[in-house]
């Protein structure tokens, strides 16, 4: 293989997925760079300006203007972080989710439109074809903190979920069969009946494969959200998928008007624990239990999210 040949499929892929002419392709007057930053906008509910620039390898400046065009469009406000005031934070505003809803969608159809050509017979194919360009041209580099995604679930990632506790949590913590009947009940109760404006589940993507999750749901409280089923599996550890994880909670729980945040968990799980209090988390209560085949102690936590103490 030459670099000719390199350029030259680059010039076939760009061409197939109409990069050159994203906003012609999608009907929607954004290009492929600034549509890519409304996507991580969407994904992640607060997000700095310099995690954007650090994720997406774009120029300051270049960044810049597409955010004051997003301003301008009523897409995004900004503001001083709470934990840094040399940076600057980015939300999308109700238009904005809208816009980048929109813009996923015709993604998501052109897309489509584009797989309907291939055979199914090829399509595992296809799909291995692309694994195989994106495992030999990460080979060699270790994973950075920028190639983790945190998206929303897709089809078989709830799945995913409850098995990957339960073999985590057998293999980590030696939890039995009911360890994974009863995440196999939280999952199958969201996806069954779940308020999409007050109840999230994140994904963390890494190399096109999920590495981790968490679920924000309704408590039986008023104003009261609940942070469940953390996970980071062991070889993404140590990029700090974790912290993004319960930071995307924290800032959604806060942005669409709860009071209070609270988990349970078992004082085992430390380095959970660690990361908890991190945040702000206040140990409320604890309590012995004899649970998934252990004698283990349970915890309550608790974050004020109204910045009150109380």
Known sequence: MTVQDIRAFNRFYT????????????????????SRVLYELAHSPRT???????ELSLDAGYLSRILNRFEQDGLIERTVSRRDPR?????????????????AERADESVGALLATVPSADRPRLSEAMHTVRTLLSEGRPPRRED??????????????????????????????????????????????HDPHLERVWIAELDGRPVGSVMCVRDEAPATARLRLLLVEPEARGLG???????????????????????WTNDVLAAARRLY????????????????????????WRLDLTGTGE
């Not at 085949?293 to 349970?298: A, E, H, P, Q, R």
């Open 15 to 34: 061409n197939v997925i109409g990069a050159l002419d994203y906003s012609r392709r999608l009907y929607a007057p954004y290009t492929l760079t600034e």
């Open 148 to 193: 983790v995604l945190l998206r929303e679930p897709g089809p078989g990632d709830l799945g995913w979920i409850v098995a990957r506790n339960a073999s985590l949590y057998a293999a980590e913590y030696g939890f039995d069969a009911d360890y994974e009947a009863l995440v196999a009940r939280i999952v199958a109760d969201f996806a069954q009946d």
């Open 241 to 263: 998928i974790g912290d993004r994880l319960v930071s995307a909670v924290v800032d959604f729980a806060r942005e669409v008007g709860y009071r209070d945040l609270v988990l």
């Open 277 to 300: 209090q991190r945040h702000g988390f206040v140990l409320v209560a604890e309590k012995p239990h004899r649970s998934f085949g252990k004698d283990l102690n349970g915890q309550d």
């Open 87 to 103: 940076r600057r934070r980015v939300t999308l505003t109700p238009r904005g989710r809208e816009t980048a809803a929109l813009l």
């Open 48 to 54: 700095d300006a310099a995690d954007l620039r650090t």
